[in-house]
C-alpha cells in the first residue's frame, strides 16, 4: 500500500476543464499526448497519470470515445459519406475509424446509421444520453456520477455516449 499522497491526486478542476475544452475545440485534429499534457501544463506521464485518476479513463481512450460520439453526431445529422465523417472526428482512415467505432458502438458505422434512421434503436443502444464530457463536467464539480452501464477504459461495456452502447 502506497501512503504517498501525491501518487493519488487527480488534475484540479480547472485544468481537467482546460484539457476537456482542449480536446473539443481539437476533436479534428491529430492530438497526442504530448499536445493534450501541453494543454494542462504537465508533463506527459505526470499528466497522463493525474488524468487517469480524475476520469478513471486513459487519455487516449477518452480522446477515442469524445471522436466516436462527435461521430454519432454526425452520422445522424448530416448525409456526409462515412469516410467524410471519419476525417472530421480525427480518424485518418476509414478502416481506423469503422473499427474504433464497431468496438465502442457494436456495429460499424454505415449499418448503426441506417438502424437509427428506420428508427429502431440498434440493440444495447445506450438509454441514459449522458456524454463522456458530461461525466468528467459532474466529477469536476465533486458529483459522482458512474459511467452509464458501469463502463470504464477497461471493461467489456464502453459506451457512454449520447449514442454509444455496448461493445458487443
Known sequence: ???????LCGLPAWRLK?????????????VGLSQIAQAAGFSRMH??????????????????????????ELLVHSHSPVA??????????????????????GKPPARWRR???????PAGLCDDHTSTRDV?????????VPFPLGGRANDRVIG????????G
Open 18 to 30: 482546460r484539457v476537456l475544452s482542449y480536446i473539443d475545440a481539437n476533436i479534428e485534429k491529430r
Open 1 to 7: 500500500m502506497n501512503d504517498n499522497p501525491m501518487r
Open 115 to 121: 438502424a437509427i434512421r428506420a428508427g429502431a434503436a
Open 47 to 72: 499528466f497522463a497519470r493525474q488524468f487517469r485518476v480524475s476520469t478513471g479513463l486513459r487519455p487516449h481512450e477518452y480522446l477515442l470515445r469524445r471522436r466516436v460520439e462527435h461521430a454519432q
Open 136 to 144: 468528467l463536467n459532474a466529477r469536476v464539480w465533486g458529483l459522482h
Open 160 to 167: 457512454t455516449g449520447s449514442f454509444i452502447g455496448v461493445g
Open 84 to 105: 467524410c465523417i471519419a476525417r472530421a472526428s480525427g480518424f485518418s482512415t476509414q478502416a481506423h475509424f469503422t473499427s474504433v467505432f464497431r468496438r465502442f458502438v
